[in-house]
């Protein structure tokens, strides 16, 4: 509607991840260059976070486009709670491998043949999982036995792993730790800070052909910086209805008050988050019955949101507990066993021994 109304040649703030759009903020920058060290290396699993809307899946296509004209064979899978074997066929189909009626066992057959003709041919494979913080235990472990197909030392398959920011709790936990061994790299993706959030802004308004129409005072940015706390998708949400109220009340400048009332609307179909509301305080920001019903509800919710962020926090502190008494134990039996040849007197080895 109002791409028409500005004369731009495409909507700019679309909420589905496109790469035309990618914009290179230093994080996200830093952020592609572990993934392109992660393919000269090639080996090992490369690990990018990043909390919702911050530009992971962007990021995927971005690299999924600069490798399409190289030898790369690529498979992107978007997990959704897929169990090991499922994840098998899931990958296959991704690289284009038939897996219809086959057993496990002949399915990995099937790859790593695939696999090994790929790396005959001079191309690579390459696995890209977004979401991976929904992968169950069992099919992570898969993804790690994949990553013993090799031809003398030189794997067959390489894997990225983009998940949200609980996927690093995930990684930490005992469950984890030989597939944590073979991560050569992890970042994390941040938000955009103020200034970023304004060259983002403009980067995709002129990437539609924007032409100053509309002006967007100075001003502006910082306040959509504020409501939407630097990140992307966020600001795409309000961007987007920031230029359909522009074409609906057609203003052709568009300043900071323009910016409030569109955050207000949001914030009253509870798209946007409002900065300065408290819900730690006790009491209603407004008077009578309903509105007292309606703080309680956000209360509930807001109070639910950190709980739920706590327990998270103790999950992880428990799989850390219990990696850890792992750790004693096989210490403890290792002191055992050497105290046990040293009071036998033993000069040799066990192998010696039994040699």
């Not at 914009?23 to 996200?28: E, L, R």
């Not at 057609?250 to 300043?255: T, V």
Request: proline share 4%; hydrophobic share 40%; net charge negative.
């Amino acid at each position: 509607m109002y791409e028409s109304y500005y004369h731009f040649t495409d909507k700019p703030f679309r909420l589905s991840p496109d790469p035309r759009y990618f914009f290179s903020s230093q994080s996200h920058k830093r952020a592609l260059s572990y993934l392109l060290y992660g393919l000269r290396q090639g080996d090992g699993f490369i690990i990018i976070t990043g909390d919702v809307g911050t530009g992971k899946s962007t990021l995927l296509g971005a690299l999924a486009v600069a490798l399409k004209d190289q030898n790369f064979v690529v498979a992107k899978i978007v997990s959704t709670q897929i169990e090991a074997e499922d994840l098998l066929r899931t990958v296959a189909a991704g690289f284009g491998v038939s897996s219809e009626s086959d057993t496990k066992a002949s399915l990995l057959i099937k790859l790593e043949s695939f696999f090994r003709d790929c790396m005959h041919q001079g191309r690579r494979a390459l696995l890209l999982i977004d979401e991976a913080q929904n992968l169950p235990l069992r099919s992570v472990e898969e993804l790690r036995m994949l990553s013993n197909f090799q031809i003398g030392n030189k794997p067959l398959l390489q894997t990225f792993l983009l998940g949200q920011r609980e996927f690093r709790n995930i990684m930490r936990s005992g469950e984890f730790e030989q597939l944590r061994q073979r991560v050569i790299a992890a970042y994390h993706l941040r938000p955009l800070d103020p200034a970023e959030t304004r060259s983002y802004i403009e980067h995709r308004l002129n990437f539609v052909g924007w032409n100053q129409d509309p002006v967007l005072a100075d001003d502006i940015f910082l306040e959509i910086y504020q409501a939407t706390e630097g990140i992307p998708r966020r600001i795409n949400v309000l961007c987007d209805r920031l230029l359909l109220f522009g074409s609906i009340e057609e203003l052709h400048y568009l300043d900071r008050d323009v910016v409030k009332t569109v955050i207000g609307e949001l914030q009253e179909e509870e798209i946007c988050p409002d900065p300065e509301r408290d819900f730690s305080s006790t009491q209603p920001l407004e008077k009578g019955p309903e509105a007292a019903l309606q703080f309680s509800a956000s209360l509930n919710n807001n109070l639910e949101k950190r709980i739920g962020a706590v327990e998270a926090t103790l999950d992880s502190v428990q799989h850390e507990l219990i990696s850890t008494h792992r750790a004693i134990l096989e210490l403890r039996d290792l002191m055992t066993a050497r105290g046990a040849l040293d009071i036998l007197g033993a000069k040799t080895s066990p192998l010696e021994k039994v040699g």
